[in-house]
């Protein structure tokens, strides 16, 4: 696998290697799209000669909406061309948008019909020019008459890896967003390292919004170090329908999709009144395990047609995962990898093993990467401390906020915030966020994950948030079936130790608010009306 430097590296060399093979397959119109990795570079050298001979020569260019070949495509020309791309959280109202295109200093923002509503505020408001991405094959037309004429000042430009070449703007679940500025070596390297561990073959389906780091990172850059087709889902509503389409053999997802899936293989079960029997099949198919007989695919081959037929690796991070997770995927002949990354991180820190040599630790978060340095200080009576960082992963500091990223850095050393500890195998393990920590008047500390975890466990339990309200311990919870839920949590509490026991219990009748990355917006949460 070569060790790229820069995005333009990476492309020249799925180019080298596959030349027409294919890079990247969409639906549009129910008809599968496709672009080789040839014809790729030939629009991103094309759309950047444009950039560059229309006024956007090494400028700072957002893109919000969708996930689509037009925002991958933009998202490379901006930075192989010397720019700087700003992907834009597509849940964002319309003054959050315009804000960050005023901060970034953005000069253009590359859109889609969904925020046609709003596109003329925005432009005005931001002062921004607006390209609507149904436009780029004119765009990418206009570019290659340029390139025939001789104008190609845009195919010798020189990256500079170390150079910011993005700035994520954190959709964060409290707080102020932060703009965090990355380079292209930083993202290369951490595919590269990442890739040491994690191996995919055949195809790729991007499932995660791309504006988010580790959607980018891990279900587009990395895939391409793999040279296999990566799948474009664009939207949640034809997740199932998609996995039918394209077949992919892996994924990259967050906690949610997770959950939902292993509900749905469940539901599926017991409305055939299938569970008692599919348990012992599970049994029998363990049993046969152990002396080296493999069955699964085929003895649980519905549960494999639901998912497509072919998906047998699903990479999983953003947000904490219930290790009861990937047994039971394991069960069922799906491997599930649990990571661990944060944005200001490229965002893969650390991430479990297929590759043969290395383990799938149920439990942990993985084995911090080869040429990562993680370290845990401030560690408690446990073993339990911060984690912090060092690495050319991390991130270049926050955009125009020098005082929070002194807070955050120190002596190249990055404090993710999170609180964990280290095997002696170098796993990682998370046990919480150092700011959702729980303090009761007895000095005891509670991390709200664990309990959260072993709550919704709970089969009617939908989403769950643990939290600290007048030193009582308290759990919110969104269920259909309250009744049934307050049953479950007599029984969680009695084998609970007494200073964990959840004595205050409240359900919703709605989903928590989240971010665009599912996660929930825990600053929301418990405030009092």
Not at 127 to 135: F, L, M, P
Not at 338 to 347: F, H, K, L, R
């Amino acid at each position: 696998m070569e060790h790229v430097k820069n995005f333009k590296e990476l492309v020249e060399g799925c180019v080298r290697e596959k030349p027409n093979a294919a890079g990247f397959r969409w639906l549009e119109n129910n008809r599968i799209k496709e672009k080789t990795y040839s014809e790729f570079q030939n629009d991103i050298n094309a759309l950047g000669t444009y950039f560059y001979y229309n006024g956007l020569k090494k400028s700072r260019i957002a893109v919000i909406g969708e996930n689509s070949y037009e925002w991958i495509l933009t998202y490379y020309t901006t930075v192989i061309g010397g720019g700087v791309i700003v992907p834009v959280d597509r849940d964002l109202k319309t003054d959050a948008i315009i804000n960050v295109l005023r901060d970034s200093g953005a000069k253009a923002l590359i859109y889609t019909d969904s925020y046609n509503a709003i596109i003329e505020d925005v432009r005005k408001g931001a002062g921004v020019k607006v390209i609507n991405k149904n436009s780029f094959p004119e765009l990418i037309a206009e570019g290659k008459t340029l390139l025939e004429k001789g104008k190609d000042k845009y195919l010798r430009i020189e990256p500079n890896e170390r150079e910011m070449s993005t700035i994520i703007y954190t959709s964060g679940t409290t707080g102020k967003p932060k703009g965090v500025m990355l380079c292209q070596q930083g993202i290369m390297e951490d595919c590269w390292q990442a890739a040491q561990y994690v191996k995919v073959t055949g195809a790729s389906m991007l499932v995660l919004p791309i504006h988010h780091t580790f959607g980018f990172t891990a279900g587009v850059a990395a895939v391409m170090f793999f040279r296999v087709p990566l799948c474009i889902n664009k939207s949640l509503r034809t997740f199932m329908t998609d996995m039918q389409v394209f077949k992919p053999n892996n994924m990259f997802v967050v906690p949610m999709f997770i959950e939902a899936m292993h509900k749905k293989i469940w539901k599926s079960i017991a409305d055939k009144n299938m569970t008692t029997a599919v348990k012992a099949l599970i049994k029998t198919s363990n049993g046969l395990r152990k002396i080296g007989i493999d069955r699964r695919k085929t003895m649980f081959s519905q549960i494999h047609e639901s998912f497509g037929g072919n998906l047998s690796v699903i990479i999983s991070g953003g947000a904490a995962l219930d290790p009861m997770y990937v047994k039971e995927f394991d069960d069922f002949g799906i491997t599930l990898l649990n990571g661990y990354g944060i944005t200001e991180c490229s965002p893969v820190v650390a991430v479990n093993s297929n590759n043969g040599k290395d383990e799938n630790r149920i439990g942990s978060v993985g084995l911090v990467l080869p040429d990562t340095d993680v370290k845990i200080i401030n560690e408690d009576d446990n073993g339990n401390g911060e984690i912090c960082v060092k690495s050319d992963i991390v991130m270049l500091g926050y955009y125009n906020n020098k005082e929070a990223t002194a807070e955050a850095m120190e002596n190249g050393w990055f404090n993710t915030g999170d609180i964990g500890y280290l095997d002696e195998d170098n796993y990682l393990y998370i046990s919480g966020r150092k700011k959702n920590l729980i303090i009761l008047n007895n000095g005891k500390n509670i991390y709200p994950e664990e309990l959260e975890e072993l709550i919704m466990r709970i089969p009617d339990v939908i989403e769950v948030v643990v939290y600290n309200e007048d030193e009582t311990i308290t759990a919110e919870i969104y269920t259909e079936n309250p009744a049934a839920v307050q049953r479950a949590m007599k029984v969680l509490n009695r084998g609970l130790p007494v200073y964990k026991v959840i004595k205050n219990i409240k359900f919703r009748t709605t989903e928590f608010e989240k971010t665009t990355t599912k996660k929930i917006k825990r600053a929301l949460v418990g405030r009092k009306r």
